[in-house]
């Protein structure tokens, strides 16, 4: 049973068309949910960890929520450099320290 | 710059043969993870350490093992490796062990075994 889902698989946006991704996770205590951004043969970069319902955090035009059973990402206005990978991962109390990594959305942004 | 470096960048191998990676965490972390990414897998946590001693296993295969080191460089040692150990190995690195500990990855080591 897969314990962290994202929505969709791929998206692509013209530049300036806000929306939004999904992460969907099944586990029974989280401790954290984390956003990252991958580009092409890099490493993921962290952007966003959220700990309980409710919480919001913002950095440019990237804005993540969380409630008790999903994380969504939002994009607004994203530009061309938006593109890349977004992967989401939980941490929860039966994993002890290590993280389980969604699939990701690989976005595509228009110019 | 993540801060965590790894080396080497690229690795080309035959099957059957050993190979080490090796990483050096950010200033100030005493954790390190290893992950392997492979495009029909995503990205798959390996192993932990923390201070020099393990903390939590993944999906890691016997084949494969995991050291670090008093001056908190880690190393991943890969043996009797097959056409499907082919992947992009990263490492982590977070200053504390628990739950909230911020993973920041290096850059990656893109391993091919011929």
């Known amino acids: 049973e897969d314990q962290v889902t994202q929505s969709p698989e791929a998206l692509r946006l013209q530049e300036g068309e806000s929306s939004s991704l999904n992460c969907s996770y099944t586990?029974?205590?989280?401790?954290?949910l984390f956003w990252y951004r991958q580009d092409p043969g890099k490493g993921p970069e962290f952007l966003f960890t959220?700990?309980?319902a409710g919480e919001e955090k913002e950095k440019e035009r990237l804005k993540a929520t969380l409630t008790k059973k999903e994380s969504f990402l939002h994009i607004t206005a994203p530009k061309p450099e938006d593109s890349a990978t977004y992967l989401c991962a939980v941490q929860e109390d039966n994993y002890g320290q290590n993280f389980v990594f969604g699939p990701g959305t690989r976005l595509s942004v228009l110019p | 710059d993540s801060g965590v470096t790894q080396t080497p960048k690229h690795l080309i191998t035959a099957t059957g043969q050993r190979v080490t990676l090796r990483c050096s965490p950010r200033s100030g972390d005493l954790s390190v993870y290893w992950y392997q990414q492979s495009l029909d897998q995503g990205l798959q946590f390996l192993i932990q350490?923390?201070?020099?001693?393990?903390?939590a296993k993944g999906n890691i295969l016997e084949r494969f093992s995991a050291q670090q080191f008093p001056d908190l460089h880690s190393e991943l040692n890969l043996s009797s490796l097959e056409l499907g150990d082919s992947a992009l190995y990263f490492c982590?690195?977070?200053?504390?062990?628990?739950?909230?500990?911020?993973?920041?990855f290096g850059a990656g080591t893109r391993l091919s075994v011929l």
């Open positions: 350490y923390y201070n020099g001693e393990e903390r």
């Open positions: 982590a690195s977070g200053r504390g062990q628990g739950a909230k500990n911020i993973q920041y």
């Open positions: 586990v029974s205590g989280l401790r954290g």
């Open positions: 959220l700990y309980s």
